[in-house]
């Protein structure tokens, strides 16, 4: 469960440079995963300088260890429930060994049309873990298609999915090209609306 922490200039973890001029704004640290690590990395991350400059050479070498160090913590596997009550594990890890900045999560199936999801961020890999939590637990809870009569039908006129090859994965299962023209033929006469975007932050 997350937790606010709040600290004054993050003294006592992170001493300033005695030739530094610069003072910190009191910094609130949403942490992914409670503990003295995930603060410690988290508050290094969110260090404010009030005047807008940018840190001393120390504390940029800081940001930069704390951030290398993070690359032991992954791959991880994550539990979640969906809106059925079915448990679903996630196997998270960074989608380029070379680049920390990105994380996925793959459902651990077999399944065609398995979840996958994406998050970002420019300046930590935890807070790209942050994101990416919240995400898996918005679409898990979201259920777009249900059975009406043993034929496709959408749960509530709203559509979300992963484009693949021949077809589209929705709620953690694959629909062919096939059977979403049949689904969208049953609205003859309604309008629609199309919109395609990057995976990352769903």
Known sequence: MARDWCTRGAAGLFPRPRTSTHSLDVIHVKCPAPGPRALHRLAVLLLIVQDGGLPETETREMI?????DTAGSFPLREAFVDCRGETREFLIDFTRSDDHRS???????DAHGRYEFTAM?????????????GTIRRELATRYLQSNG???ALSHDELKGRIGYGGLAIDGKFVSFADLVELI???EGFNISLQIHDAIGV
Do not use: C, I
């Open 64 to 68: 930069y260890q704390a951030t290398e």
């Open 121 to 133: 961020s420019e300046a930590d890999p935890y807070l790209a873990l942050y994101r990416l939590r």
């Open 150 to 152: 043993g034929r496709l």
């Open 185 to 187: 033929q049953t609205y």
């Open 103 to 109: 994380l996925r999560a793959v459902e651990m199936s």
